[in-house]
Nanobody, 126 residues
Framework: QVQVVESGGGLVQAGGSLRLSCVASGRTFSSYALAWFRQAPGKEREFVAAISRSGSNTYYADSVKGRFTISRDNARSTVYLQMNSLKPEDTAVFYC???????????????????WGQGTQVTVSS
């Protein structure tokens, strides 16, 4: 059984930084494509960033490009989201998603991920 657990959310002032972590267990970690999504109140879940199995390929939503960095440590079965220059509009519940893939590609949609964490709240005050 695959388990996905996020951590690292919290309250931060605008312009500040946070690092989210996510551990995915249950299968060889390096076989997962991974991504972060977020959902603000009253809005649909949206893509934030994705990383391929090896970590060689990454992709970002335009709204976070240049501010957020996704990375993974396959030895620690962990994926990270470093968030800098945070804005109030970044306030949301952030979700980690994992999906078993046979290719070293990135995947950008909710439907492409089978396993999800419970979410971690990120609140950015102005």
């Amino acid at each position: 059984q695959v388990q996905v657990v996020e951590s690292g959310g919290g309250l931060v002032q605008a312009g500040g930084s946070l690092r989210l972590s996510c551990v995915a267990s249950g299968r060889t970690f390096s076989s997962y494509a991974l991504a972060w999504f977020r959902q603000a109140p009253g809005k649909e879940r949206e893509f934030v960033a994705a990383i391929s199995r090896s970590g060689s390929n990454t992709y970002y939503a335009d709204s976070v490009k240049g501010r957020f960095t996704i990375s993974r440590d396959n030895a620690r079965s962990t994926v990270y989201l470093q968030m800098n220059s945070l804005k109030p509009e970044d306030t949301a519940v952030f979700y980690c998603a994992a999906g078993y893939r046979s290719t070293d590609s990135v995947y950008l949609t909710v439907a492409q991920y089978a396993y999800w964490g419970q979410g971690t709240q990120v609140t950015v005050s102005s």
